[in-house]
């Protein structure tokens, strides 16, 4: 059973379209995170949701919008895509907040905007 | 400043040898973990490791082992008698407590494995 699945695995898209990722863990975890690795495999995170609530919100566009419908899920939303958000999203998630325990990710959707 | 850095960005070794990756982390927090994981060419990431700052024992799981020391901020993970499956991308991770435990991460070192 996948811990954390993430769907889809590839998306390429046109400049200016709206698309949303989504992602489940089926692990118990009340915190997940979205985390973008850009083209040099740096990591960064994006945001983090604990119980439904949105705990990290780094400096993102706000063109990204993270949906917890429940602990078990957490979407992301972008709009109006640009050419720089072409990179691979990862979700995690963890038991707790804070996370002082591991971080289990996602398989990762790789975006690509043409 | 909390900071992770892997100095080899590629190392790039034949199959059977022993191969070690660097890890050396900055924080003043005496409260952290330390994290490594790998992602291999298909490209998910895989958890590794997961050391707490009060845990200075050394590591070994199979052929991987790790070497925690605080005198010198490092925490380095040696792969002994390497297999082409070792291939990936290692990633070493901080998470200070001041931080919330927020991860933060190194740049990754290349590893490739050759028959």
């Known amino acids: 059973d996948t811990a954390v699945s993430q769907t889809p695995k590839y998306l390429v898209t046109q400049m200016g379209n709206d698309k949303s990722i989504k992602c489940e863990q089926n692990?118990?975890?009340?915190?997940m995170y979205w985390y973008k690795q850009d083209s040099k495999k740096f990591l960064k995170i994006m945001f983090s949701?604990?119980?439904?609530?949105?705990?990290i919100n780094e400096t993102v566009p706000n063109r990204f919008s993270p949906k917890s419908p429940d602990k078990a899920h957490l979407n992301l939303h972008i709009n109006s895509l640009e050419l720089g958000d072409s990179a691979v999203y990862f979700c995690?998630?963890?038991?707790?907040?804070?996370?002082?325990?591991?971080?289990?990710f996602g398989p990762g959707t790789r975006l690509t905007v043409l | 400043a909390q900071k992770v850095t892997q100095a080899q960005t590629e190392i790039s070794v034949v199959e059977k040898e022993d191969v070690t990756l660097d890890c050396v982390y900055e924080t003043r927090d005496t409260t952290y973990y330390l994290f490594w994981y790998k992602q291999p060419p298909s490209g998910e990431l895989v958890f590794l490791i997961r050391r707490n700052s009060f845990d200075e024992q050394n590591e070994i799981s199979g052929r991987y082992s790790w070497n925690f020391q605080k005198s010198t901020s490092s925490f380095n993970f040696t792969i002994t008698a390497s297999q082409v499956v070792d291939s990936a991308v290692y990633f070493c991770a901080l998470a200070p407590l001041d931080s919330n435990y927020q991860l933060i991460w190194g740049a990754g070192t290349k590893l490739i494995i050759k028959p």
């Open positions: 995690a998630s963890s038991p707790g907040y804070p996370p002082d325990d591991t971080q289990y």
């Open positions: 692990l118990g975890h009340d915190t």
């Open positions: 949701y604990n119980n439904k609530e949105l705990i």
